[in-house]
Structures are given as structure tokens and as C-alpha cells.
């Protein structure tokens, strides 16, 4: 069945260092969504990519979503401290009707 | 602003026990979902609903069963918790029918622990 894979599964930097998620998946999408879970928090919604090769940023924060419509990265530049906490991407599948979530990756930033 | 609203921050069950996970939603959305979520194995479909009354089975369905008599509501039933059901669990809604392309909105999950 789909997969969908993160990596790293965790990541600890020092403040103002840039940081990296990338997320596999084992068929192609139909769209890409990204979300943010604080540590004791519930995940929210960053934002959707739906167009093969599209780029959206959002502040610090830089959304890709592959040519190929398998793969997506969320860039996180010069981090501070409220970055940390646990990045999720989660494809969706037109053709089978699914939102298929990913490993996470958790980010820790040292001051 | 929408707001899911789970039922019980922290539970401790029995192994055995019935056990109830409640979630309202106040923004009448049609899709209500159930999750959980483990390390390192992220956020996996139990169950999900597009309709009052109306469920599908998600990823890991097994042990668990649904319940959506009202739009608003949507439980989650442990007919016999196990130990291997110790888990966060997430509730979430989305409003539109394609529920994979648009934004899911989740509860502030409970914590359950089944000794």
C-alpha cells in the first residue's frame, strides 16, 4: 500500500543553523500537506502544495514539492527556539482516496 | 476558529475494559477522522466518517470500532483494551469532501494508557 517516509526521524541544531525534512512517497500524489506539532501540542496545518515542481515559503520556513509529485522538502532557515517540536508532511492520493501521513521528523534547536 | 474537542486529556483503563474516546467538533464539517499516533510510526488512520452514520475503516482498524449518531460527534470505541492500545489518540475534521486535499483540523488528543 502507499507510503509515505521522513527523514530524518530527528534532528537537534544550534540556533540560527538551517534545517532540513524530506518526505518520500511510494507512489505519486495528487498533493502535499505539512504540518507542525509542538512538543504536548496537536498537529496544525502549515500549508498545501499541489502542482508537480511548485515552491511556496512562508516567512523561514520553504515548501517544495517534487517534479515527479513522490517527493516533498520543508527548509527551515536560521532556526530559533519556537521552530522546535515535530514536522509531518501527508500525501494525498486522488486514486485512492487517502492522506497518508509521514514518520515526522522531530526538531530540536539549542539556544 | 475551529475547535475539535477531545473528551479526556489523560485516561488509564484496564486491560479488558470498554473504553470511550468523545470528540465534537463545532464547525460542521463532514469529515471526522481517528488517529494514532506512536513514535517513529507517526499519525495512522483508525477510522474515519464523511457522514453521520456513515464509517470506513482507515489503516488499523482492528479492535477499534466508530460511532457518529450526530455531525458534530464522533467516538471511538476499545471493545476490549489491550496493553498494545497505550497510545495518543487524535481526533480531526475537515469540511470539505475531498478530505485529502483539504486542511485537517485536530483535537488535543488523549493520552491513553491501558495497564
Known amino acids: 500500500g502507499q507510503q509515505v517516509m521522513q527523514i530524518p526521524q530527528y534532528q537537534h541544531v544550534q540556533e540560527g543553523e538551517d534545517f532540513t525534512t524530506y518526505c518520500n512517497s511510494s507512489?505519486?500524489?495528487?498533493?502535499i500537506q505539512w504540518y507542525k506539532q509542538r512538543p504536548g501540542g496537536h498537529p496544525v496545518f502549515l500549508i498545501q502544495?499541489?502542482?508537480?515542481?511548485e515552491v511556496k515559503k512562508q516567512k523561514r520556513l520553504t515548501f517544495q514539492f517534487g517534479e515527479a509529485k513522490k517527493n516533498s522538502s520543508l527548509h527551515i532557515t536560521a532556526t530559533q527556539t519556537t521552530d522546535v517540536g515535530t514536522y509531518f508532511c501527508?500525501?494525498?492520493?486522488?486514486?485512492?482516496?487517502?492522506?497518508?501521513f509521514g514518520t515526522g521528523t522531530r526538531l530540536q534547536v539549542f539556544p | 476558529d475551529v475547535k475539535v474537542t477531545q473528551s479526556s486529556r489523560y485516561l488509564v483503563k484496564r486491560t479488558g475494559e470498554k473504553v470511550f474516546l468523545e470528540c465534537v467538533q463545532d464547525?460542521?464539517?463532514?469529515?471526522m477522522f481517528w488517529y494514532r499516533q506512536d513514535p517513529g510510526l507517526g499519525l495512522r488512520l483508525i477510522y474515519f466518517?464523511?457522514?453521520?452514520?456513515?464509517?470506513e475503516k482507515g489503516d488499523i482498524p482492528e479492535g477499534y470500532s466508530v460511532s457518529r449518531e450526530k455531525k458534530e460527534r464522533f467516538s471511538l470505541i476499545l471493545e476490549s483494551a489491550s496493553t498494545n492500545q497505550t497510545s495518543m489518540y487524535l481526533c480531526?475534521?475537515?469540511?470539505?469532501?475531498?478530505?485529502?486535499?483539504?486542511?485537517?483540523?485536530f483535537g488535543q488528543g488523549t493520552r491513553l494508557t491501558v495497564v
Open positions: 480531526a475534521s475537515s469540511p470539505n469532501s475531498k478530505f485529502f486535499e483539504t486542511e485537517a483540523f
Open positions: 507512489t505519486t500524489l495528487s498533493n
Open positions: 502544495l499541489v502542482k508537480s515542481g
Open positions: 501527508a500525501g494525498g492520493s486522488r486514486n485512492t482516496d487517502k492522506l497518508i
Open positions: 464547525m460542521d464539517h463532514e469529515n
Open positions: 466518517s464523511y457522514d453521520v452514520k456513515m464509517k
